[in-house]
């Protein structure tokens, strides 16, 4: 056996990581191989499953991986399916994207076997395999490619079988509504060897959060940080815990920004005008509504402006002098210079 894992390890690309799951198996019977350029964390190795969780940093993406090797035997492999359910009940994967693939020795049903429409099929397992599948909270991805995954390489009473899955959560299934697991032709295998797409990841361009100084002047900030920073569904250490409150702070941070500074130098435009024309009304024909109004409008331009102010301050990367007045101009090719 370890004539094997040295075989393995000469196989491996310079440069790249390497984990098999040796200390559950002396054959290593799970081998996962990486690029540097992922950042990859195993949380959980058992004889037929190994759990990681995978940083792609250029993609800006997070998400769990159990890749499954499941033994022949229907009483090993309830092993596995508890393992699943444990890892959905007690660990933070169920509420962020997971995919469970791999080589599952189980069909589903019992059009997973070639033959299913000629002669009885065994069903064994497939019971156990579906409720630990339901408890586990994981449904089968969308697939491209054969409808069977292994053959029994006969010529004379050829068999093929779908006992290769690739299975999702609905964390998985939100965050990436395109992905699919394309199973391939085999070459000199038994079984297709399968790939999980997620095509909108090229597609789309993720910009990395920035958190921007003029939200925090913003009355709902506070109630927005409060309502988000509760640990109480995360499991795990404190450094862990507050990972995770910071990653779930960036969606509201970033909706409250969109919602009330996007487009920054364009709302300050539309409200001076606003205020102006108001201000023209109470210079010409003054009375107490349009008074009130344009005190309440004026503020908002007011609060505007601090935002503008700190965005462009920011962008910069000027440390400014408290002069006490706005230089718009000088801001704007202050962050033209930054970035040539």
Request: aromatic share 10%; charged share 25%; net charge neutral.
């Amino acid at each position: 056996m370890e004539n094997n894992k040295e075989r393995i390890l000469g196989s491996i690309p310079r440069g790249w990581n390497f984990f098999g799951n040796f200390e559950e198996d002396v054959s290593g019977r799970i081998i996962i191989v990486w690029d540097p350029t992922v950042t990859m964390c195993i949380y959980h190795a058992t004889a037929q499953s190994v759990t990681c969780g995978a940083t792609i940093l250029s993609e800006n993406i997070t998400l769990t991986v159990t890749f499954v090797y499941g033994f022949n035997q229907v009483e090993e492999r309830r092993a596995l399916w508890d393992s699943l359910v444990e890892l959905q009940d007690t660990s933070p994967v169920a509420s962020h994207p997971w995919s469970v693939i791999g080589d599952f020795n189980q069909m589903l049903r019992t059009n997973h076997h070639s033959n299913h429409l000629f002669s009885r099929v065994d069903e064994a397992g497939m019971d156990d395999a579906n409720l630990g599948l339901q408890d586990a909270q994981l449904f089968e991805a969308q697939t491209k490619g054969p409808p069977y995954t292994w053959r029994n390489m006969q010529d004379d009473n050829p068999i093929s079988t779908k006992i290769d899955h690739a299975f999702i959560n609905q964390a998985w299934s939100s965050a990436f509504p395109d992905s699919y697991a394309e199973f391939l032709d085999p070459s000199q295998s038994d079984h297709a060897p399968c790939l999980l797409r997620m095509p909108s990841i090229r597609r789309r361009v993720v910009k990395p959060f920035k958190f921007f100084h003029h939200v925090i002047d913003h009355p709902e900030y506070a109630e927005t940080v409060a309502d988000n920073w509760k640990c109480d569904d995360i499991v795990g250490t404190d450094q862990f815990k507050l990972v995770r409150l910071l990653k779930k702070l960036k969606r509201p941070l970033r909706s409250l920004n969109k919602r009330h500074f996007s487009g920054i130098s364009q709302r300050v435009k539309g409200q001076k005008e606003k205020v102006d024309a108001l201000q023209r009304a109470l210079l010409t024909s003054p009375d107490n509504a349009t008074a009130a109004e344009e005190h309440v409008e004026r503020n908002k331009l007011n609060t505007l402006f601090k935002a503008e102010e700190k965005f462009y301050r920011q962008r910069s990367r000027v440390r400014w002098a408290d002069v006490g007045d706005r230089d718009s101009r000088f801001n704007g090719a202050s962050v033209l210079c930054g970035l040539l």
